[in-house]
Structures are given as structure tokens and as C-alpha cells.
């Protein structure tokens, strides 16, 4: 009896053993609060993965840059610190130049486009150009299209633009695009531009309406300018660290839960959009429409900049995409 009582007891400490053997936590983070579009990506991505997994894979999720902000988060992520996040494309860019070629301005010309090419050749290139760096791109949510906000005045025209202040992503195309248009580019983190903003250290910034929704910068911007000068997508990565300790059956279900949320964030941003433009309108905020064909010709410079560093294929092959 004896016996059988310490055969039971080690059975039932092997299968504990084993058991938390195979259980994995993945920490996914993101830089916004919890009412932005990437944690509904982030809370779709934790729902798929414990699901397919069958709670073998959980996901616990760090908003508000509380695990630092987008730069610092890839490199936590290349250490294997961070295992996984939603993340825009500006910081990547200056560890992977190539991602450059999709923040152009005016390159998209609507969200079906944007997705064709992202999801397709173009897009799964520059996520396997990603490992290169000690991450794995795994999807590619979005940002989406930016819109240009100030506290000064209405802008219809690229004139109206010159002279102000506008905070922009840590991201060359950006800074030379907005310079472009006659702006004074200011480069920044996003953890730092609200008190910018409130401080007057800048005029306005560039977001798509999820971000100056969630952030109520209709309290600090006056004037909203519907520019949709760039679409921004956004990669769900992981850890390259972490992606090769899990089984192929893991990685499998967990870029196809990436590939779920991302397509699930997409569609709600679309949604959303009227109802988050009729709410800044209700809250105060200016807004015009200007004449975008003004915008695309002023910011043709940035092409001719571009062009030889990025490969006037690669940006003919976006363009033409059906």
C-alpha cells in the first residue's frame, strides 16, 4: 500500500512537471492605452492563441508602454526580454531601411490596397527581412491612414502648412515629407508627445482618428486636416528568441492568431472611422477636407529622394497593385 501510495504521488508530480513543462506565457506589449485599436488587436491575438492552443500558450498583455516605448521594445524583443508586441512601422525603419518604401506619402490609395499589398509578396518580404534583425514579423495590423492635426489654424493647402511645428515618428520618410510640405519635422517618441502638445513645444501631429480619439487630442488640437498623407501599418512580431523554442504546430498557430487579429483590427478601424470623425466634429474640432492633389505634388521631392534607395520596381509594383 505504501508502495502504491509513492508510485501514485511520483505519477501525479510527473504530470505536474510535464504539465508546466509545456505551458508558455507570452508577454505581448504595446505603447497605447487600452481604448486604441492595437490593444484590440493585441486582446484578439491573446483569444485566438489561447484558444487554438487549448490554454497550452497564454498571453498577457502590457499597454502604455509599460514595457517601454516602440524603439525600446525591439530591442527588449532582440535580447528575448519582450516576447511579442504590436508595433508601427516608423521605429523599424531604422533597423530595416526597406520597410521605408510603404510609409512614401500618398502611396495607398485605400485600405483594400494597402491590405493586397501587405498581404501579399511585397508585405511577406519585409516581414522575413525582419528576422535579420532577431525578430519575427508576424502579421501586419495597421495604424492606418494619418490625418494631420495643429492648434493654430485650418489647413487646406500645402501653404498652410509651413512654419508649424508638427511632431512626426522617429522615421526619415516622415521628417522628409513633412519638410516637403513646408513644416518644421520634429522627430519623437510617442511617450513624449502629449505633454509636448500641452506644453506647446509643437503645433500638431499626424495620427490616424483611432489615436486622436484615444487620446483626446481634441483637447490640445483645434483643427483637423483629413490629409490621409500616409497609411500606417502596424507588425505583430515576436522574439526571435521565443519563436524558435516553439514547435512548428505553435508557430503555425500562433502566425495564423497574428493574422486574425490583425485582419479583426482592420475591420473595426474601418468601422469606426465615421464614428470617430463625427465625435471629434461633436467635440469642437475644425475639420477640412483639403484639395489632396496640392499635398501629392508638393510631396513629390520625397519620391525623387527615395527612388534610387529603395528601388523604383518595388515602388511601381506598390503603385500598381489592383
Given at each position: 500500500?505504501?508502495?502504491?501510495?509513492?508510485?501514485?504521488?511520483?505519477?501525479?508530480?510527473?504530470?505536474?512537471?510535464?504539465?508546466?513543462?509545456?505551458?508558455?506565457?507570452?508577454?505581448?506589449?504595446?505603447?497605447?492605452?487600452?481604448?486604441?485599436?492595437?490593444?484590440?488587436?493585441?486582446?484578439?491575438?491573446?483569444?485566438?492563441?489561447?484558444?487554438?492552443?487549448?490554454?497550452?500558450?497564454?498571453?498577457?498583455?502590457?499597454?502604455?508602454?509599460?514595457?517601454?516605448?516602440?524603439?525600446?521594445?525591439?530591442?527588449?524583443?532582440?535580447?528575448?526580454?519582450?516576447?511579442?508586441?504590436?508595433?508601427?512601422?516608423?521605429?523599424?525603419?531604422?533597423?530595416?531601411?526597406?520597410?521605408?518604401?510603404?510609409?512614401?506619402?500618398?502611396?495607398?490609395?485605400?485600405?483594400?490596397?494597402?491590405?493586397?499589398?501587405?498581404?501579399?509578396?511585397?508585405?511577406?518580404?519585409?516581414?522575413?527581412?525582419?528576422?535579420?534583425?532577431?525578430?519575427?514579423?508576424?502579421?501586419?495590423?495597421?495604424?492606418?491612414?494619418?490625418?494631420?492635426?495643429?492648434?493654430?489654424?485650418?489647413?487646406?493647402?500645402?501653404?498652410?502648412?509651413k512654419g508649424?511645428?508638427?511632431?512626426?515618428?522617429?522615421?526619415?520618410?516622415?521628417?522628409?515629407?513633412?519638410?516637403?510640405?513646408g513644416a518644421?519635422?520634429?522627430?519623437?517618441?510617442?511617450?513624449?508627445?502629449?505633454?509636448?502638445?500641452?506644453?506647446?513645444?509643437?503645433?500638431?501631429?499626424?495620427?490616424?482618428?483611432?489615436?486622436?480619439?484615444?487620446?483626446?487630442?481634441?483637447?490640445?488640437?483645434?483643427?483637423?486636416?483629413?490629409?490621409?498623407?500616409?497609411?500606417?501599418?502596424?507588425?505583430?512580431?515576436?522574439?526571435?528568441?521565443?519563436?524558435?523554442?516553439?514547435?512548428?504546430?505553435?508557430?503555425?498557430?500562433?502566425?495564423?492568431?497574428?493574422?486574425g487579429a490583425?485582419?479583426?483590427?482592420?475591420?473595426?478601424?474601418?468601422?469606426?472611422?465615421?464614428?470617430?470623425?463625427?465625435?471629434?466634429?461633436?467635440?469642437?474640432?475644425?475639420?477640412?477636407?483639403?484639395?489632396?492633389?496640392?499635398?501629392?505634388?508638393?510631396?513629390?521631392?520625397?519620391?525623387?529622394?527615395?527612388?534610387?534607395?529603395?528601388?523604383?520596381?518595388?515602388?511601381?509594383?506598390?503603385?500598381?497593385?489592383?
Open positions: 500500500m505504501k508502495k502504491l501510495f509513492c508510485v501514485s504521488i511520483a505519477g501525479m508530480f510527473f504530470f505536474l512537471l510535464t504539465s508546466f513543462a509545456f505551458a508558455l506565457e507570452i508577454k505581448f506589449a504595446h505603447v497605447v492605452n487600452e481604448k486604441d485599436a492595437f490593444h484590440v488587436a493585441a486582446e484578439k491575438f491573446k483569444e485566438l492563441t489561447e484558444k487554438s492552443s487549448k490554454g497550452e500558450i497564454t498571453v498577457n498583455i502590457f499597454p502604455n508602454a509599460k514595457l517601454g516605448d516602440e524603439r525600446t521594445l525591439l530591442e527588449r524583443m532582440k535580447m528575448g526580454i519582450v516576447d511579442a508586441a504590436i508595433i508601427t512601422t516608423g521605429p523599424i525603419i531604422n533597423f530595416v531601411p526597406s520597410f521605408g518604401v510603404i510609409d512614401l506619402p500618398f502611396i495607398f490609395r485605400d485600405p483594400d490596397h494597402a491590405y493586397k499589398v501587405l498581404d501579399g509578396p511585397v508585405g511577406q518580404k519585409l516581414l522575413v527581412l525582419m528576422e535579420t534583425q532577431g525578430w519575427k514579423g508576424l502579421a501586419f495590423g495597421e495604424r492606418g491612414f494619418r490625418n494631420l492635426t495643429n492648434s493654430k489654424r485650418k489647413v487646406v493647402t500645402p501653404g498652410d502648412i508649424l511645428k508638427i511632431r512626426v515618428m522617429q522615421n526619415p520618410v516622415y521628417v522628409d515629407s513633412f519638410t516637403a510640405l518644421n519635422a520634429v522627430p519623437m517618441a510617442w511617450t513624449e508627445v502629449l505633454t509636448a502638445l500641452q506644453q506647446g513645444t509643437v503645433d500638431g501631429q499626424e495620427n490616424p482618428l483611432n489615436v486622436i480619439v484615444a487620446f483626446k487630442l481634441n483637447e490640445m488640437q483645434k483643427y483637423l486636416s483629413i490629409t490621409r498623407h500616409a497609411y500606417a501599418p502596424a507588425v505583430i512580431l515576436m522574439s526571435m528568441k521565443l519563436w524558435q523554442k516553439l514547435t512548428p504546430a505553435q508557430q503555425a498557430l500562433v502566425k495564423d492568431a497574428a493574422q490583425a485582419v479583426f483590427e482592420r475591420d473595426w478601424d474601418n468601422k469606426m472611422e465615421a464614428v470617430w470623425l463625427k465625435y471629434l466634429q461633436a467635440k469642437g474640432m475644425m475639420v477640412s477636407n483639403p484639395d489632396l492633389k496640392l499635398f501629392r505634388e508638393a510631396a513629390k521631392p520625397v519620391y525623387d529622394k527615395y527612388t534610387p534607395a529603395f528601388g523604383k520596381e518595388i515602388i511601381d509594383t506598390i503603385i500598381n497593385t489592383k
